[in-house]
């Protein structure tokens, strides 16, 4: 009996996902997310801002007044300078972003990889395997 199609591409996509979970970046990541966990001022002043932007949208949507909703959103944005002034969420975003620009590198990497191959949306708008003037994409039909 053979294997299903694209069975031994998921197995590698999954060896890849194991790499990565394992890699330096998520480490740093987790130990980030740990320390800001156990941060009691960080989740006090997380749990501040939780509330205060709850209470923000109930006010937007309610159509409050213009003074009350800018009195709540300075609260919302003087809790945030004041997570950003302490160094593990400094530490902890960074590790995040780290860890979201890794996983869009490698999924721009195969798209673009196989867009070269096949015709494919790569972006928005973009086509790879041709133009779309040419309609060389496969049929799009951005100009």
């Given at each position: ?6 069975s031994a591409?998921l197995?590698r996509a999954r060896?890849?996902?194991e790499?990565?979970?394992d890699?330096?970046?998520?480490e740093?990541?987790?130990?980030s997310?740990e320390k800001?966990e ?6 006090e002043l997380?749990q501040s801002l ?7 949208a109930v ?18 944005d003087?809790i945030?300078?004041r997570l950003?002034a302490?160094?593990v969420v400094?530490e902890y975003?960074?590790?995040?972003e ?12 195969i798209?673009h990889?196989v867009s070269?191959?096949?015709?494919v ?5 973009e086509?790879?395997g041709?133009t ?5 994409c ?6």
């Amino acid at each position: 009996m053979s294997e299903p199609v694209g069975s031994a591409i998921l197995t590698r996509a999954r060896a890849l996902a194991e790499w990565i979970a394992d890699s330096e970046e998520v480490e740093r990541y987790r130990q980030s997310k740990e320390k800001i966990e156990q941060h009691p001022e960080v989740q006090e002043l997380l749990q501040s801002l939780q509330r205060r932007q709850r209470r923000l949208a109930v006010l937007r949507m309610r159509g409050a007044p213009r003074e009350e909703i800018e009195e709540v959103q300075r609260a919302v944005d003087e809790i945030e300078e004041r997570l950003a002034a302490i160094p593990v969420v400094g530490e902890y975003r960074a590790a995040r972003e780290e860890i979201s620009n890794l996983l869009q590198g490698i999924a721009q990497v195969i798209a673009h990889t196989v867009s070269s191959r096949i015709p494919v949306e790569v972006e928005p708008g973009e086509c790879g395997g041709g133009t779309c003037g040419s309609r060389g994409c496969g049929g799009c039909t951005n100009r």
